[in-house]
């Protein structure tokens, strides 16, 4: 797992339950100082194809994961 930071732009990321592990599809962005950002595309529909194959990580949600705000350190998977 590496660790990223959400893009200012996304409001929340609400808890996840304790039913299972949950992947949000998203894209990494790159900002000045050779850092990154996590943005997460705002549908996440599973049946939707065009939404995955724009994804280039997936934000991994462990059961019970408290909710995130803009900011807030996530773990990511690179797809891409």
């Not at 599809?25 to 939404?51: F, K």
């Not at 194959?53 to 998977?77: C, F, H, Q, T």
Request: charged share 25%; no cysteine; proline share 2%.
């Amino acid at each position: 797992m590496r660790a990223a930071f959400l893009e200012a732009g996304f409001d929340l990321i609400s808890a996840n339950g304790s039913r299972e592990t949950q992947y949000k599809r998203a894209r990494m962005l790159e900002i000045d100082a050779g850092g990154a950002r996590v943005e997460t595309h705002s549908n996440q529909d599973s049946s939707l194809l065009a939404v995955m194959s724009k994804a280039d990580v997936l934000i991994r949600r462990m059961a019970n994961a408290p909710a995130l705000s803009s900011g807030d350190e996530i773990e990511y998977l690179p797809i891409g």
